[in-house]
């Protein structure tokens, strides 16, 4: 084809240590002008390795040893480094994931918004700035003129990204790569983002590379999809055809493990209250002033749930609905401002020591980053062992012994003496489950546990908190924002917005009718779902 | 912002009062009777007693405090108990001697270890930035007494080039001053921007691996303006820190440098009052310097929000 946009041929990707296998070899796609392209596959595939490439933009310690990359008929990887950057940006934009760190926190939006604009087109200072407040109008930030003088930390994350955004297709490129560009966001910011990237391409008639592990965002929003297994295209084709019926067993592999309704189910629960929540409220401390605290923000107002023994609750919300600090507020980890929780009938705030330190040892919490939820000098053992220091009459030999025996329940066996280091992501948030059952807990508080993991990584390791409670009959307290992973696990669901619970009730019938309007945009925006139910139809 | 210094200045205040009482206390724990040392080995116990009372060391400990104390908020520091000279005015006639070397050191090396730092990371693992981690490691293992030696014996001894021994004042003869300060100044300017590479250079690698510098490259800039926009304000925040810190420092303590290069600052005038017993020079100079810190360290904090935006002052 020669009318292709970006024709990429034979591509090779090598880290500069001789002696490596390729990370990437021997890829070939096109993009066509306007069309809409997603390249899937779990970490460490190259996907974002292959789009790096393109522009010229590959980290230090990997180099393109071969292969052609073609753009609107110009051969990119012959080109100086000078025409190259004449091409980035203007021909080529790229949005990143990360909407935390990929905007400058030391400058204004007006002044990282007006640097592409300065440096491709010759425009005066007036018509950049009309064109700023132009563009951050139409991916819909409320009071452009007040955005254009603020800093990047001002905005929430699904905000920044849509200034991402702004500011790689205010120069209308012809192509633009977008690497994850929402899996750091929660549903409903994911589901806005994309649906205004999709629109606005199509506007424009930039084609979108669409880079992501998410094959409920590929069903949704594109038109052709590649599918990459450590650094090979394994498979290509129309996306409908592929997810419907793929070929190759890795691809088959990936559409499996899209959590599906029904799946597994939990144990369902019937037992005593455990933990009972009554009228909590969390409160911040407001921004300090010279004579006190100004007024405090409310993050909880008034909640109430009771989770019963041997019972998974998932309690859901978008980002800053307060269900992350409801979790930490149950474990006593969050001071409360008013009402109490109970565990077993007892005012955790109100126990003395000894019953404070058995409520510790029965309640334990798994957290969301498996990253820095480690301490990284300790030891696997070390790590998994500490929880249960405060177990009485437990020799040392003991300890090692249920520490082995809970790593291997993990799938873990003889990993006591590697470091956190040493371990890939799902393996680190095995451990974190390890120290979390260690000491046979009553009550575990999962703080969303896989929302920082690839898809067939998280669907392991529900599954394996799904055994080991329906084999143990633990209390779960599941915080998500990921609606397909609690119809999977969840005997009830409680939805949180603004530090309220706007509904709740058992699973099925929530999602089966859900009465509030908060919960049904968080149904319509979950994106798994959708295809779920698309390919049981 | 005029809140937040006034607030600070106000927190301020409880750590000198404990600067203040603490080196009182600890220059009385210094072994040896003031007046005794004054007045050598052989003066008769009548003459040590009477200077004991005309210095005010016979009253009770808390008495001596409450009057020093008092004294030094009115601004009287008091008089060396051997030249008779007002403390307050001693301090300052040294210490611009001492605050001009360290201003221009610490400056100069702010401005290498920057720009090396900087450049060391930008191309980590080259052969500049294995030179420039090189020369900070060994900047940092020499002692800064031991480098001022050796290049007093290079450039004074053996070539001739700078005055060896001694100092005149900048007001009496602006030239000869200028050379007595070379030295002094190149010496704690190298021992200074060892710590500063480092710092520089780590921070800055950390900034570059972040997705901003990536942006901002597939904007299609070119990497001067890279580096310049993007990457020097963040990475330089830290090192903004450490230059305070190394500010405060120095103010206190070049007693070593002005010893081998024989200049009368502060550090000098410290350490020959401990060895004197001179009581209230000796506290005068720490509070001096406790203050001093406190201030420097206040400054920093005010031009923090310059490179990074989300630490707000107010």
């Known amino acids: 084809m020669t009318d292709a946009l970006l024709q990429v041929s034979g591509l090779r990707i090598e880290a500069d240590q001789p002696g490596l296998a390729p990370l990437l070899e021997g890829l070939d796609f096109e993009v066509a002008a306007g069309e809409r392209l997603a390249i899937v596959g779990e970490s460490g595939s190259g996907k974002t390795m292959a789009t790096r490439a393109i522009p010229g933009l590959l980290a230090a310690g990997v180099h393109r040893a071969a292969g052609s990359i073609r753009f609107e008929g110009e051969e990119l990887t012959a080109l100086e480094e000078r025409d190259l950057r004449a091409i980035r940006g203007a021909g080529i934009g790229m949005v990143f994931q990360e909407p935390m760190t990929s905007l400058n926190p030391a400058l204004t939006i007006g002044k990282q918004l007006a640097e592409g604009l300065k440096l491709h087109r010759r425009l005066d200072d007036a018509e950049i700035r009309r064109r700023c407040i132009d563009m951050l109008r139409r991916v819909q930030i409320a009071d452009p003129e007040r955005c254009l003088a603020a800093y990047p930390h001002e905005f929430s994350g699904g905000m920044r990204q849509r200034i991402m955004l702004a500011s790689v297709l205010m120069l209308e490129p012809r192509l633009l790569i977008a690497d994850e560009p929402t899996t750091a966001l929660d549903t409903l910011s994911q589901r806005e983002v994309l649906e205004l990237m999709v629109a606005l391409t199509r506007e424009m008639g930039t084609a979108l590379l669409l880079i992501t592990h998410d094959l409920g965002l590929v069903a949704q929003y594109t038109d052709r999809v590649l599918v990459l297994e450590k650094g090979v295209l394994v498979e290509a084709g129309q996306t409908r055809e592929v997810l419907a019926a793929p070929k190759h067993p890795y691809t088959a592999k990936?559409?499996?493990?899209?959590?599906?309704?029904?799946d597994g189910g939990a144990t369902g629960g019937g037992g005593d209250v455990?933990?009972?929540?009554?009228?909590?409220?969390?409160?911040?401390?407001?921004?300090?002033?010279?004579?006190?605290?100004?007024?405090?923000?409310?993050?909880?107002?008034?909640?109430?749930?009771?989770?019963?023994?041997?019972?998974?609750?998932?309690?859901?919300?978008?980002?800053?609905?307060?269900?992350?600090?409801?979790?930490?507020?149950?474990?006593?980890?969050?001071?409360?401002?008013?009402?109490?929780?109970?565990?077993?009938?007892?005012?955790?705030?109100?126990?003395?020591?000894?019953?404070?330190?058995?409520?510790?040892?029965?309640?334990?919490?798994?957290?969301?980053?498996?990253?820095?939820?480690?301490?990284?000098?300790?030891?696997?053992?070390?790590?998994?062992?500490?929880?249960?220091?405060?177990?009485?009459?437990?020799?040392?030999?003991?300890?090692?012994?249920?520490?082995?025996?809970?790593?291997?329940?993990?799938?873990?066996?003889?990993?006591?003496?590697?470091?956190?280091?040493q371990m890939s992501g799902g393996q680190r948030q095995r451990v974190a489950i390890a120290r979390a059952i260690v000491s046979r807990p009553r009550l575990v508080v999962a703080d969303e546990p896989v929302s920082a993991l690839d898809l067939t990584i998280q669907k392991q390791v529900i599954e394996l908190l799904q055994a080991l409670q329906r084999e143990r009959g633990f209390a779960c307290l599941f915080v998500t924002h990921d609606l397909a992973v609690v119809e999977q696990v969840a005997d009830r669901v409680v939805v949180l917005e603004k530090g309220r619970i706007v509904e709740e009730g058992a699973t099925a019938a929530v999602f089966a009718n859900p009465r509030h309007d908060y919960t049904r945009r968080l149904l319509a925006a979950s994106p798994a779902l959708a295809i779920a139910e698309g390919s049981a139809s | 912002m005029l809140t937040y210094i006034f607030k600070r200045l106000l927190l301020a205040i409880p750590t000198l009062f404990l600067v203040a009482l603490a080196v009182f206390l600890l220059v009385r724990l210094i072994p040896g009777d003031p007046a005794q040392v004054m007045l050598g080995e052989g003066a008769s116990p009548e003459a040590i007693a009477s200077l004991r009372t005309e210095l005010g060391l016979d009253e009770a400990v808390p008495v001596q405090f409450a009057t020093w104390l008092?004294?030094?908020?009115?601004?009287?520091?008091?008089?060396?108990?051997?030249?008779?000279?007002?403390?307050?005015?001693?301090?300052?006639?040294?210490?611009?001697?001492?605050?001009?070397?360290?201003?221009?050191?610490?400056?100069?090396?702010?401005?290498?270890?920057?720009?090396?730092?900087?450049?060391?990371?930008?191309?980590?693992?080259?052969?500049?930035?294995?030179a420039v981690l090189g020369m900070a490691s060994f900047v940092l293992a020499v002692p800064s007494f031991w480098l001022g030696l050796v290049l007093l014996l290079v450039f004074g001894v053996m070539l001739q080039w700078l005055?060896?021994?001694?100092?005149?004042?900048?007001?009496?003869?602006?030239?000869?001053?200028?050379?007595?300060?070379?030295?002094?100044?190149?010496?704690?300017?190298?021992?200074?921007?060892?710590?500063?590479?480092?710092?520089?250079?780590?921070?800055?690698?950390?900034?570059?691996?972040?997705?901003?510098?990536?942006?901002?490259?597939?904007?299609?800039?070119?990497?001067?303006?890279?580096?310049?926009?993007?990457?020097?304000?963040?990475?330089?925040?830290?090192?903004?820190?450490?230059?305070?810190?190394?500010?405060?420092?120095?103010?206190?303590?070049?007693?070593?440098?002005?010893?081998?290069?024989?200049?009368?600052?502060l550090g000098r005038l410290m350490v020959d009052s401990v060895l004197a017993r001179d009581y209230p020079v000796v506290q005068g100079c720490l509070l001096f310097t406790a203050t001093l810190y406190v201030l420097v360290n206040l400054l920093v904090d005010i031009l923090y929000p310059l490179f990074d935006p989300r630490v707000t002052v107010s």
């Open chain 1, 254 to 262: 990936l559409v499996g493990s899209l959590p599906r309704p029904g």
């Open chain 2, 163 to 265: 005055p060896v021994v001694g100092y005149v004042p900048f007001s009496e003869d602006a030239l000869g001053a200028v050379l007595f300060l070379v030295l002094p100044i190149v010496t704690l300017t190298i021992s200074e921007t060892g710590v500063l590479t480092r710092m520089m250079r780590s921070s800055t690698i950390d900034v570059l691996r972040l997705d901003y510098v990536t942006h901002a490259r597939a904007k299609g800039l070119s990497e001067r303006t890279v580096l310049m926009r993007h990457v020097f304000p963040n990475a330089f925040a830290p090192t903004l820190t450490l230059v305070g810190l190394t500010l405060g420092r120095l103010f206190g303590g070049i007693a070593v440098i002005e010893t081998v290069f024989t200049l009368p600052g």
């Open chain 2, 70 to 130: 008092g004294r030094s908020l009115g601004g009287d520091l008091g008089n060396s108990a051997i030249t008779g000279e007002p403390v307050g005015a001693l301090i300052l006639s040294r210490f611009q001697l001492t605050a001009v070397v360290v201003l221009i050191s610490v400056g100069l090396a702010t401005l290498i270890a920057v720009t090396f730092g900087l450049l060391a990371a930008w191309r980590q693992n080259s052969r500049l930035d294995l």
């Open chain 1, 274 to 421: 455990l933990l009972s929540i009554e009228q909590a409220v969390v409160e911040y401390r407001g921004k300090p002033g010279l004579f006190g605290a100004g007024a405090p923000k409310r993050v909880i107002d008034g909640v109430d749930i009771a989770v019963r023994s041997g019972e998974i609750v998932a309690l859901v919300g978008a980002s800053g609905s307060g269900k992350t600090t409801l979790g930490r507020a149950a474990l006593g980890l969050k001071e409360l401002a008013g009402g109490m929780v109970r565990f077993d009938g007892v005012d955790i705030a109100a126990m003395d020591r000894r019953q404070e330190r058995d409520f510790r040892r029965a309640a334990q919490i798994v957290f969301q980053d498996p990253f820095s939820s480690l301490a990284p000098h300790l030891r696997i053992g070390e790590i998994v062992g500490a929880a249960l220091r405060h177990v009485p009459g437990l020799t040392a030999a003991e300890r090692a012994e249920r520490v082995t025996r809970t790593l291997e329940e993990v799938g873990l066996a003889g990993y006591e003496r590697r470091r956190p280091h």
